[in-house]
């Protein structure tokens, strides 16, 4: 027994074998490939020359060592059958899953997608992504023409010569996510023994830059939608809370507290391919909004004239009814896409570039140049990082750069200014920050302040008076003012 056992200790594992060429060939049994079931093996060809017996005893011991100590790929599987496994089993919304494998068919595998997955090197995801900065159309950089659409038409200014455009910078660190992900599960399933993207110069994060509406264009926004007042208190709301347009359209009756002030956001609507349905928040965190007097006059008039077009069809609205509702009932809730759309129609007339997310930066702007701490304002908008990340310099127009220079005096002075400032900061809370320069003064009409009975009482004409806006461009809005009836 013990003879046996050595015989099979002295067996030489692998074999040279010696090509037409003169090359010898090198192979090394590895094992069962779990993904297709065959048999993988190691290969590395010598070139022929004097010392090609040598090196080649040399690339034996160096695949055996590779082997026994599991640094090599125990696979022979492709990057697009990586990833097909990977989304398999990957726990994500249904949108972000789109999303990624959208990604991977317009970018991955008509680049690495036949590549294996052993022979990935930090060299080959350089020059990947370098490829997605030089164009995102993948042309081989032959001239021809790109045409508007890949079925039969006729050629018209839309469709011209081919420019490169590169991929944007978000876009190419999100298939960096992509990959990253993929190749630690590869890891975790032991096809590989180390992870060849961590080697790679990853896409930087690309700086933000959200371009806010300015105040006055704020203000035509706002004077445009009160054509529809359904539609202004949706583009009000969103000025103010910074809310998601996911957000914004599962919004239920129950969800507001009209006489506490606070508005709970706890659903959000999702559209993928013109399929609708009701998750939870982008960050699966529910929050509570506290809001301003003018906001909850708003919701109140908005409710009365919701309440009132259901009495005239004998419906009562119910309390879990969508607070935003193409129905009367309020039984359905609107589509994010409709609400985009409409949007930038409305912006597209008064030739504003805009897109109704960027209200979000708008609402997260103005809270900070009001002074408005970063993390108040995150955790108000429903932010995943909680205001860790400091805000970008767009965001940060207008507000006063903080120092940690010590003031003059001694070390008693400089740590009672910084109390100071911890309490001020402890005093600013939501409702009391929201910007009082823009919010009242696009929906307060003079008929309203004039015919009020309470005009140096009212907040109304208090607004009216505090802002040098004129109040001829200012829309009707006879159920704003509480002593006229909202």
């Known amino acids: 027994m013990a003879r046996t056992t050595a015989r099979r200790r002295s067996r030489q594992r692998g074999q040279i074998q010696e090509l037409p060429s003169g090359s010898l060939r090198v192979t090394v049994y590895v094992g069962v490939d779990p993904l297709t079931k065959r048999r993988h093996f190691l290969r590395e ?5 004097p010392t090609a017996a040598n090196d080649a005893e040399k690339a034996l011991r160096r695949l055996v060592v590779q082997v026994d100590e599991q640094r090599s790929p125990r696979t022979a599987a492709t990057v697009e059958q990586l990833l097909e496994r990977h989304f398999e089993l990957l726990e994500v919304e249904s949108g972000t899953l789109a999303t990624y494998r959208s990604l991977t068919a317009s970018h991955i ?48 200014h839309r469709c011209g010569p081919h420019a490169c455009r590169p991929l944007a910078k978000s876009t190419i660190r999100q298939i960096h996510v992509i990959l990253s992900g993929a190749l630690k599960r590869a890891v975790r399933w032991r096809w590989l023994s180390t992870n060849p993207i961590e080697h790679a110069e990853a896409p930087q994060q690309p700086t933000a830059n959200p371009q806010p509406p300015t105040a006055e264009e704020a203000a035509r926004i706002l004077n445009e939608a009160w054509a529809d007042p359904d539609w202004a208190v949706l583009v009000w709301l969103t000025m103010v809370t910074g809310f998601r347009r996911g957000e914004l359209c599962a919004l239920r009756w129950h969800h507001v507290d009209l006489v506490g002030g606070v508005l709970a956001v706890e659903r959000s609507i999702a559209q993928l391919d013109g399929r609708t349905w009701e998750k939870d928040t982008k960050t699966h965190q529910n929050r509570r909004i ?5 906001t909850i006059a ?3 008039g908005h409710r009365q004239l919701c309440m009132s077009r259901a009495a005239a069809l004998g419906i009562d609205l119910a309390p879990d009814a969508f607070m935003f509702s193409p129905a009367v009932d309020g039984s359905d809730h609107l589509k994010p896409s409709t609400v985009s759309q409409r949007y930038s129609r409305l912006a597209c007339r008064l030739g504003i570039k805009t897109t109704i997310h960027k209200l979000r930066h708008y609402s997260a702007t103005e809270l900070i140049s009001a002074g408005v701490d970063v993390r108040t304002v995150a955790g108000r908008l429903g932010h995943g990082g909680g205001g860790t990340r400091p805000p970008c310099a767009s965001t940060r127009r207008g507000f006063p750069k903080r120092t940690n220079a010590r003031p003059p005096g001694s070390w008693p002075a400089y740590r009672s200014a910084r109390r100071q400032r911890r309490a001020r900061s402890a005093r600013s809370s939501a409702w009391r920050a929201i910007p009082m320069r823009w919010r009242p003064r696009i929906f307060v009409p003079r008929s309203s302040a004039a015919a009020c009975p309470r005009d140096r009482s009212c907040r109304a004409g208090r607004s009216l008076r505090s802002r040098t806006t004129s109040r001829s461009a200012l829309p009707t809005a006879p159920w704003f003012c509480s002593a006229n009836g909202a």
Do not use: N
């Open 45 to 49: 060809v010598i070139p022929a020359g």
């Open 109 to 156: 595998l008509p680049l690495i997608g036949k590549q294996k997955v052993g022979a990935l090197r930090a060299a080959v995801f350089d020059s990947f992504y370098a490829e997605l900065r030089r164009c995102r159309a993948h042309c081989d950089r032959r001239p021809y023409t790109d045409h508007r659409t890949g079925r039969a038409h006729e050629c018209d």
């Open 290 to 294: 506290a809001l301003d007097p003018e």
């Open 298 to 300: 708003l919701l109140m």
